[in-house]
């Protein structure tokens, strides 16, 4: 079983809708979850960083953690063309500073 | 806005020759990191350096590969014998402190091409 596991997509949606993320991991060791964002060929740009379990906003980002089902979300509110991009999930173990990557979402927001 | 800085952009090399990447962390940044992202692969962690030594590497990182930071701002990583399995992007990042360790900044990447 994969570590972390996130749907590849794509996942298409029309400008305005809300776009919905997910990732499922294994280990219980990791406490700290981030979402990434990926332009084609450019580096990941840091979105969210959550520990705790429950939810965290940020303007039309909200993240959610889920430690009890090792399940995380993120979700984009009126989402826009320029939001089109692959998202990853990314986590670290409480007694380590790795990044452990999800292999990424591709998103495509329609005008 | 400070950010990550990553020369060169592309670098074609052929098998069997040495490559340094070089890396620019945010100047009060203290834990830095080298990853890799094959094409269409995962992002890959390689290497983590704090306080001039390394702190973590993972099987990928073998002694084909070396980090320095030969001064107060560079931070560079070197393969020494390039393979054609080390095509990938190769990104470094950094964390101000080991309490922030989720909030990693990515460089824009250096394209390894080996041919």
């Known amino acids: 079983q994969k570590e972390v596991e996130q749907d590849p997509g794509p996942l298409s949606v029309p400008e305005g809708a809300i776009v919905s993320l997910n990732c499922t991991y294994s280990n219980s060791a990791f406490q700290y979850f981030m979402w990434y964002r990926q332009y084609s060929r450019k580096g990941p740009e840091l979105l969210m960083y959550t520990y705790s379990s429950g939810n965290k906003e940020d303007g039309r980002f909200t993240a959610q953690v889920d430690k009890s089902s090792k399940y995380i979300s993120l979700f984009i509110r009126d989402s826009q063309p320029s939001d089109s991009a692959t998202y990853l999930c990314?986590?670290?173990?409480?007694?380590?500073?790795?990044?452990?990557f999800g292999g990424g979402t591709r998103v495509l927001v329609k005008p | 806005e400070p950010e990550v800085t990553q020369t060169p952009s592309h670098q074609v090399t052929q098998m069997g020759q040495e490559v340094i990447l070089r890396c620019v962390p945010i100047s009060n940044h203290l834990y830095f990191y080298w990853y890799r992202q094959i094409l269409g692969q995962k992002v890959e962690f390689l290497v983590s350096?704090?306080?001039?030594?390394?702190?973590?590497k993972s099987e990928i990182f073998d002694d084909q590969f070396s980090v320095e930071r030969p001064d107060g701002s560079n931070f560079t990583l070197k393969i020494r014998s390039t393979k054609l399995e080390d095509s990938a992007m190769y990104f470094c990042?950094?964390?101000?402190?080991?309490?922030?360790?989720?909030?990693?900044?990515f460089g824009p990447g250096t394209r390894l091409t080996v041919t």
């Open positions: 990314a986590m670290i173990k409480a007694a380590g500073n790795k990044l452990t």
């Open positions: 990042a950094s964390i101000a402190e080991a309490g922030g360790r989720g909030e990693q900044y």
């Open positions: 350096f704090y306080n001039n030594e390394i702190s973590e």
